[in-house]
Structures are given as structure tokens and as C-alpha cells.
């Protein structure tokens, strides 16, 4: 007799997510532990994340806090350690932790490049990109130990497409695509699939200076084909995909999601009626619809 496995599910994966205490990363973790994942969270806020461990142990699932600032030096590699202790082994690294140059009252600094502080440059790339690295490098002794090990950057869509003003977050989402197609082609004799995810416009903390105001909320989806934010649990289904052997064949990829914005002439879709190319008095032009 057959056993028939859902190759959706994450039945015993072992999952540091990182970035747990919101957003994305905390319906990432709760995607995995829906799906059977153990999992392993950290973030800065331990109240935050002991709340997200909640959600998780409502599902039946262990939840383990490794807090920890990912700026710090040697944090990464503790984070690791502890995930790997709590959990005995790792089989998957979720790197979600990201974060925009913001001000002291919490807005988002979009500034051209020329205007824009080093420090700030430095600080988005030490937690969205160094932390990668280091992350990678720690965790991969326990995911070479590992029969269904993988790896899943949270990129964005910035790091695909040109983002004025937020050149440092751009660049450092371009390096996790560059460094999640090397680490796959270099791992992938180890078992160890590694994958980029690229969401677009999703409505979290990060962005709520963007949706909370309704013109610029409007004007933002005026250019998503699917005409709406995606919301943190659809970027997490996502996720969880990458992770589960239902990608089994799938590494060194940038899976985008974004509603279609960069698909080409994709965001034409968000302009109501084109312009005729028929002259005006030419009832061809009537023929064309929004
Ligand atoms: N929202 C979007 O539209 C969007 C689009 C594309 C990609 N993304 C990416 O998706 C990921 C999650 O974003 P989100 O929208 O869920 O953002 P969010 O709500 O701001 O959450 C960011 C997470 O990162 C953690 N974090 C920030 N700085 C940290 C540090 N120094 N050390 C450790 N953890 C830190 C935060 O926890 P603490 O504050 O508790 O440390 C929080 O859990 C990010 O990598 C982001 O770049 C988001």
C-alpha cells in the first residue's frame, strides 16, 4: 500500500525565521507551524515574539525564542546556534528581517542617494544583507546535515526593479537575489535549495506610512495589475512553498510577487483607458476597452 504525502506540508521541518515579531515574518512563521514546521523565531522584541509563540503553540507546534539585533556582531551566528539547540538541527532558514532607513518617529528616510547618510546606508545593509550572509554561513553545517534543507531570502521586488530613493534597500535586495543564486548553485550537491521570495507592495508596519494615506495608497495600486496590497499571509503561503517539497526542484530562483507590477507592460494595466491609437472620429477607437 502507498502512503500519500502532501508535499505542501512542513511535518517536522526544523525553521529559524527571523523577523517573527510582525508582518511577514511572524505569517511566516505561523504558515510554517500550520503546515507541521517547528519553529525557531527571532526578532528584537521579545514581547512581540512571545505573542507570535503563542499563535505558533496554538497550532501544537514548538516555538523557540532566539531573540537578537542582527546589526549586532556575532548576533547571527548566536541566533543560529540557539535555533539549532532548541530545535536539535536545522533543516530550513527563513531570513525575513529587513528594515527601510527610518526616522526617529519611525517614517521611512526616502531620500536620493546624494542626500542620503552613510550610517543609514550601513545599517540597512548589516541587517537585510551581512546578516544573510552570516545567517548562510552559520546554518549551513546543520542544513548539509539535513535530507530536505532550504533556504528562503526575503528580497522584494526593490531588488528587481529601479527604486529611487531607497537606493540601499534596493541594492541590498539585489545582493540577497545574487547571493541566493550562488548559494544555490554552490549547495546544491549538498541537498540545500536555496531561494529568493520578492514581494511587492504588502500592507505591514513597514508600510503603513504608504497605505494609512489614502491618495498614496491609491496612486501605488493605480500601477498593481491586481489592483490591491497584497496582505503579509499571501507572502507567507509563498514561503512556505519555497520551503516544502513541493519545490523540491526549485533553487537559485527569485520568486516575485507582486500582483504583476513587473511583468512587462504590467503596470499599463493600472491606467484606466490608454490612450486611441485611432484618430478621434474613428469609431475603431470606440471599440477599445478599460
Ligand atoms: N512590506 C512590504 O511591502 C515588503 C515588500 C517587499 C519585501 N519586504 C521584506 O519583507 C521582510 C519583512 O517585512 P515586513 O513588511 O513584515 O516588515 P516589518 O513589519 O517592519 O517587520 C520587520 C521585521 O524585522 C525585524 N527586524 C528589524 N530590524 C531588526 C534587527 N536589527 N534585528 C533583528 N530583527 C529585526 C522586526 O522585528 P523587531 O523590530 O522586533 O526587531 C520585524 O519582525 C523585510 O525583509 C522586508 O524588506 C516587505
Redesign the pocket.
Known amino acids: 500500500m502507498t502512503t500519500h504525502c502532501d508535499p505542501f506540508r512542513l511535518d517536522g521541518v526544523r525553521a529559524l525565521v ?10 511566516t512563521a505561523l504558515a510554517f507551524a500550520q503546515a507541521g514546521a517547528e519553529v525557531a523565531l ?4 521579545r514581547g ?2 512571545q505573542e507570535t509563540a503563542a499563535l505558533v503553540e496554538a497550532h501544537g507546534r514548538t516555538a523557540a525564542l532566539v531573540p ?5 556582531p556575532g ?1 547571527p551566528e548566536a541566533v543560529v546556534d540557539e535555533a539549532a539547540a532548541a530545535l536539535g538541527g536545522l533543516d530550513c532558514v527563513v ?6 532607513p527610518v526616522r526617529e518617529d519611525g517614517t521611512p528616510v526616502m531620500v536620493p542617494l546624494q542626500d542620503s547618510a552613510q550610517t543609514d546606508w550601513d545599517h540597512v545593509l ?3 544583507l551581512n ?1 544573510t550572509a552570516a545567517l548562510c554561513r552559520r546554518a549551513h553545517p546543520h542544513l548539509r546535515e539535513s535530507s530536505r534543507a532550504s533556504v528562503v531570502l ?5 531588488g528587481v526593479v529601479g527604486t529611487p530613493r531607497m537606493e540601499a ?1 534596493g541594492a541590498s ?1 539585489a545582493a540577497q537575489i545574487a547571493l541566493a543564486r550562488s548559494l544555490a548553485v554552490g549547495w546544491a550537491r549538498q541537498g540545500i535549495r536555496v531561494n529568493a521570495l ?10 503603513s506610512f504608504a497605505y494609512s494615506l489614502e491618495p498614496l495608497s491609491d496612486w501605488l495600486t493605480a500601477h498593481v495589475p491586481l489592483g490591491r ?2 496582505e ?1 499571509h499571501e ?1 507567507a503561503h509563498a514561503a512556505r512553498f519555497l520551503a516544502s517539497p513541493a519545490a523540491s526542484y526549485l533553487t537559485g530562483q527569485a520568486l516575485v510577487l507582486d500582483g504583476g507590477v513587473s511583468v512587462p507592460d504590467g503596470g499599463l494595466a493600472g491606467i484606466a483607458k490608454p490612450p486611441s491609437p485611432f484618430p478621434p472620429d474613428d469609431p475603431r477607437g470606440e471599440e477599445r476597452s478599460s
Open positions: 527571523t523577523g517573527a515579531s510582525r508582518g511577514i515574518g511572524r505569517a527571532s526578532a528584537r522584541s512581540a515574539l537578537g539585533d542582527l546589526a549586532g548576533v531570513h525575513n528581517a529587513g528594515v527601510l548589516s541587517v537585510n546578516a526575503m528580497s522584494s521586488l526593490a534597500y535586495k520578492c514581494p511587492g507592495w504588502t500592507r505591514t508596519d513597514m508600510t496590497w497584497a503579509a507572502v
